[in-house]
């Protein structure tokens, strides 16, 4: 790419290569040397661009402090625990039974909803089935994932829990409910009038069942026993968990625990486009199309953008991380599905952060043939990993990602980077066109995240005007911030 002062000094060489075109050999010598002297300058001149093509900060003086310390925990910590006031139920011959769909997430939520369901009726739950198989194409029981002896262990105080509904209730007339979503403890009183004409009461579905805020504070401790005590995975992925922890610590002491949401699937559902080819474009279009419970088929990517609901590229999350501060030696730990693009995409990654592991790499053949069978397994151990990392980064906001960041929030552990996408977006678009420079980028992208470090805070209530169903979806989920429920002070309940 040349200027005016390029194209001006062209010129000037162009006249003089017709004028030593009839000179001597010494007017040659000084026509090569001037040529050799020109091919110099502008490599130098586009040398002095390449900076605004691609990111390359300048040295930053940000001290490894500033880089992993978690936020301040201000001497709050997990609590789970019943309080004084707390009044334990066993169930009698009252049972529900429930069917789980979705990815793991989904299953964890909806399984804990249930047990304070199952509380409030004063019913026995019977452990779930779970349907992996519409959306993950996986068999997986719930005895595959999770602990079952734990799960009724740790909440026998609080709720009777079988394995199965007892043989001679198989036959009995039985009612299936779908709860409403968002629904209070007086709701779930009025359903016990169903106690009256059924014993089995069979929920349709379970996710989100109950509502985020202004539930007793023990029912809402409930929901997290089952979620980070009782819902506990099984104990070769736990243990795996833990062996792949150990080892990216033995690798670099401290690790990023990267959540990339770059599949196929979400990108054709989101409409998301930025950085692909125009055949991959076309590709997602045709498959958004096709998919009949996709009900938005015409999306203007651009728009999607600049709205903050598109998930970062690699190549975006490369530069976000570099812009904050973090050397290229990093070690990332990348937890992710299929990437779309393959190879070719996750190398403009790697050209920011060459230092990248995916669990295919950290553990043996051995290790990962004990959880190939079931996609919902490998997925608990990106779970763990990203849990327990010194650093949490999401590239969406997604399920997986937010249930970490509320888990972490729980533990007040470690520090979660969640990027604002939308303001992002702004700020890579005028770094493309140079109206920034990389150090301005980078200044700008450090005060964004300044008071975003994933520490315990207020949860978000709904939006404003929105009453109902409606507030309900726009309220921050309970489980992606337990605060303050689940998280007290020193002198908390």
């Known amino acids: 790419?040349?200027?005016?002062?390029?194209?001006?000094?062209?010129k000037n060489v162009s006249t003089t290569t017709k004028f030593i075109s009839r000179k001597s050999p010494r007017a040659i010598a000084l026509y090569i040397f001037l040529l050799f002297a020109f091919s110099i300058f502008i490599f130098v001149f586009n040398a002095g661009n390449i900076e605004d093509d691609q990111f390359n900060p300048i040295s930053l003086q940000i001290t490894d402090e500033e880089l992993w310390i978690p936020p301040p925990s201000r001497g709050l910590r997990a609590c789970a625990h019943p309080t004084s006031r707390y009044i334990p139920t066993y169930g009698t011959d009252r049972y529900l039974t429930m069917d789980c769909d979705g990815g793991l997430n989904q299953i964890r939520t909806g399984i804990s909803d249930m047990v304070a369901v199952a509380h409030i009726m004063n019913a026995t739950l019977v452990i779930p089935k779970l349907d992996t198989q519409s959306s993950w194409h996986d068999s997986s029981k719930f005895s595959d994932i999770f602990d079952e002896l734990h799960f009724i262990t740790t909440l026998q105080k609080d709720v009777r829990i079988l394995k199965e509904l007892p043989k001679e209730l198989e036959l009995v007339p039985r009612v299936e409910k779908q709860f409403t979503s968002g629904?209070?403890?007086g709701y779930y009183k009025e359903m016990t009038q169903l106690w009256n004409e059924y014993q089995v009461i069979h929920v349709v579905k379970s996710e989100s069942r109950l509502a985020n805020n202004n539930l007793p504070l023990d029912i809402q401790r409930l929901r997290c026993r089952s979620m980070f005590h009782a819902l506990r995975f099984i104990p070769p992925i736990e243990s795996l968990g833990k062996e792949l922890v150990d080892r990216l610590r033995t690798q670099s002491g401290k690790y990023i625990a990267l959540h990339l949401r770059y599949e196929k699937e979400l990108l054709a559902f989101t409409g998301c486009t930025s950085g692909l080819t125009d055949a991959e474009s076309e590709e997602l279009r045709i498959m958004r199309e096709n998919t009949k419970d996709w009900k938005v088929k015409d999306i203007n990517p651009t728009q999607q953008r600049k709205g903050g609901f598109c998930p970062l590229t690699p190549k975006?999350?490369?530069i976000f991380l570099r812009a904050i501060g973090y050397p290229p030696s990093t070690l990332i730990y990348v937890a992710s599905g299929e990437i779309y693009g393959g190879d070719?995409?996750?190398?403009?990654?790697?050209?920011?952060f060459p230092n990248i592991v995916f669990k295919e790499k950290l553990a043996t053949k051995?290790?990962?043939n004990s959880i190939a069978k079931h996609a919902t397994q490998s997925v608990a151990l990106d779970y763990i990993v990203s849990v327990e990392s010194d650093v949490f980064v999401p590239s969406y906001s997604g399920k997986m990602a937010r249930a970490i960041e509320g888990h972490r929030r729980f533990?007040?552990?470690?520090?979660?980077?969640?990027?604002?996408?939308?303001g992002l977006a702004k700020l890579f678009d005028e770094l493309e066109k140079g109206q920034l420079k990389t150090s301005q980028f980078s200044e700008l992208v450090r005060l964004s995240q300044k008071n975003k470090k994933g520490g315990p805070r207020k949860r978000k209530g709904p939006a404003a005007g929105t009453k109902g169903e409606e507030a309900f979806r726009t309220e921050e989920f309970f489980y992606d911030n337990p605060y303050h429920e689940c998280v007290c002070s020193p002198k908390g309940l």
């Not at 790419?1 to 062209?10: D, K």
């Open 183 to 185: 629904s209070n403890v």
């Open 366 to 368: 051995e290790e990962l």
């Open 316 to 318: 975006e999350v490369g």
């Open 411 to 422: 533990l007040v552990h470690g520090k979660t980077i969640s990027p604002d996408r939308k």
């Open 1 to 10: 790419m040349f200027n005016h002062r390029g194209s001006s000094l062209m």
């Open 344 to 352: 070719a995409r996750l190398s403009e990654l790697k050209s920011y």
